[in-house]
């Protein structure tokens, strides 16, 4: 497939690739409850992405939230993002989680 050839192809020259989560409107602000309801949730949520990371050879993630959240999911989401990382520096000490705040409560 010409994706897995561009994606070798970059790696070979030293660029990053970055799976991108990005949630919006009502629909992503439920999704959001769910994902960051509580500290496991928030957990579960970024091991998943970190799984998806090492199928898929991504380098990191860019996580783009642009929705409203509960005073629960901002202090989770926080607890996602530090667990996230850690596990994908454990993968790959060159790894990047870039969090883009827009958040808009």
């Known amino acids: 497939s010409s994706g897995i050839n561009a994606e070798y192809g970059v790696h070979k020259n030293g660029v ?12 992503g602000a439920n999704s959001c409850l769910a994902m960051f309801e509580s500290v496991q949730s928030s957990i579960l949520f970024a091991k ?48 990047s989680v870039i969090w883009y705040d827009a958040v808009t409560n």
């Open 16 to 27: 990053q690739v970055l799976g991108t989560f990005i949630t919006e409107w009502d629909h």
């Open 48 to 95: 998943k992405l970190a799984e998806i990371a090492h199928t898929y050879n991504f380098d990191g993630w860019l996580i783009n939230i642009e929705n409203v959240l509960t005073a629960d999911g901002v202090e989770n989401i926080q607890v996602f993002l530090q667990y996230l990382t850690q596990e994908m520096k454990e993968s790959n000490p060159h790894s």
